[in-house]
């Protein structure tokens, strides 16, 4: 079963708008979340964090918001620059485990 | 600070044979991480180290191993290579103390199995 689910698998928006990447999560467990970007042939970077004590978190243009009764979170990007095209992994930690469950991703594509 | 570095970059193996892979983490982490990215299955976890220890595992079977040493640096290994191992292997390192440390994760090591 997935735990962690980014139900988009692609997203489009225009340069200087702003980005809404949509993240789903069953466990109840989970209590650190992390959103990632990966260009193609590189490894997962990491983007920005929050735990599940706070309900936002912001550094520069990314914000990431979390509703835990919802199990929803989402990353806003304000503003979208075409260099943010790629693809984004919401990933989450929690129990007694060390081990990061990952959504499959969403496509950003920000066109000039 | 040095980032995660992974060998080799890319490999090409056949089925029946086993491969290596190596993960040097960030200076001072202490605990790497191993993912499977495929198409199909996204990222997915196989095992965590911890001062030479294994501390957490995935789901996969028994033909992935891993190992750590005193230096921190980490060995991944897949014997009896199947078709499905054709992957993207990805190793990620944080301090290891807390549960709620970002993992860094390296450029991966691109295996195809023929």
């Known amino acids: 079963d997935q735990q962690v689910k980014q139900n988009s698998p692609s997203l489009s928006v225009q340069e200087g708008r702003i980005s809404i990447l949509n993240c789903d999560y069953t466990?109840?467990?989970?209590?650190?979340f992390l959103w990632y970007k990966k260009y193609p042939a590189e490894g997962p970077t990491f983007l920005i964090s929050i735990s599940s004590i706070k309900d936002k978190n912001e550094d520069g243009r990314f914000t990431v918001f979390l509703n835990k009764s919802a199990k929803h979170l989402s990353l806003h990007i304000v503003p979208s620059q075409p260099g943010d095209s790629a693809v984004y992994f919401c990933a989450a930690i929690g129990g007694s485990n060390y081990k990061l469950t990952f959504g499959k991703g969403t496509l950003l594509t920000v066109n000039p | 600070k040095a980032g995660v570095t992974q060998t080799p970059r890319y490999l090409i193996k056949t089925r029946g044979q086993q491969v290596t892979l190596s993960c040097s983490p960030i200076s001072g982490h202490r605990s790497v991480s191993w993912y499977q990215q495929t198409p199909g299955q996204g990222l997915q976890f196989l095992f965590e180290y911890f001062s030479e220890t294994q501390r957490n595992k995935g789901n996969f079977p028994g033909r992935f191993s891993g190992r750590q040493f005193s230096n921190s640096r980490s060995e991944m290994n897949v014997s009896t290579l199947e078709l499905g191992d054709s992957a993207l292997y990805l190793c990620?390192?944080?301090?290891?103390?807390?549960?709620?440390?970002?993992?860094?994760f390296g450029p991966g090591t691109r295996l195809l199995v023929l």
């Open positions: 990620a390192s944080s301090g290891g103390q807390y549960r709620r440390e970002t993992q860094y």
């Open positions: 466990n109840s467990m989970f209590d650190y």
